[in-house]
C-alpha cells in the first residue's frame, strides 16, 4: 500500500504538537533554572531592568508591577509553586507528545482531557492575576484540543 500523501489538518496537528513538545521542553528547563537561580539573582535582575529605563519610567505602573511580581516571588511559595507547576507541566506535555507523535490511540483521549484540564486552570488564574498571556494559551490549548480529537476520530475510522 503506497503513503497517502498527509492532509493539511494533519500537517497542522503535527506542527501543533511540535510547539507543545517546544513549549513542555522549555517549561522544563525553565522549571529547572528557576530552581536553581537564587533570589538574590532574581532581585538583581529585577533591580537591573527597572533602573535602566527597559520599561519607562522607573516609578511607572509596569516597573511597580514587575517590582510587586517580584517579591511575590521571592517571599512564600511563589516560587516553589512555579517551579512544581511548570516541572509537571512541561513533563506531562512531553509525555502526551512522545504518545501522540507514535500514533498511541489510548493517548489521544487522555491528551485531550488532560489539555482541557489545563484550559481551565488557565482561564482561572487569568481571572484571578489578570493575565494577558493566559487567554492566549488557553485559547491555543483548546486548538490543539480539537487537532487532537480529529485525528483521534481519523484514527479510529483508519483501525
Do not use: C
Request: aromatic share 10%; glycine share 6%.
Amino acid at each position: 500500500m503506497p503513503d497517502q500523501k498527509p492532509t493539511a489538518t494533519e500537517r497542522f496537528f503535527r506542527i501543533a504538537i511540535a510547539i507543545k513538545g517546544l513549549d513542555g521542553a522549555l517549561q522544563v528547563v525553565g522549571a529547572l533554572i528557576l530552581a536553581f537561580v537564587p533570589a538574590a539573582a532574581v532581585s538583581g535582575f529585577t533591580h537591573a531592568v527597572i533602573t535602566r529605563d527597559l520599561l519607562g519610567d522607573p516609578s511607572g505602573t509596569l516597573a511597580r508591577h514587575l517590582e510587586s511580581a517580584t517579591e511575590n516571588f521571592l517571599h512564600g511559595d511563589t516560587k516553589t509553586f512555579a517551579v512544581a507547576y511548570l516541572l509537571a507541566h512541561g513533563l506531562i506535555k512531553l509525555g502526551l507528545v512522545w504518545a501522540l507523535g507514535r500514533k498511541i490511540v489510548r493517548a489521544y483521549p487522555i491528551a485531550a482531557a488532560i489539555l482541557a484540564a489545563f484550559v481551565v486552570y488557565e482561564i482561572f488564574r487569568a481571572v484571578h492575576t489578570h493575565s494577558i498571556a493566559l487567554p492566549f494559551f488557553a485559547a491555543l490549548d483548546v486548538v490543539i484540543i480539537v487537532l487532537v480529537l480529529r485525528e483521534y476520530r481519523q484514527l479510529k475510522r483508519g483501525a
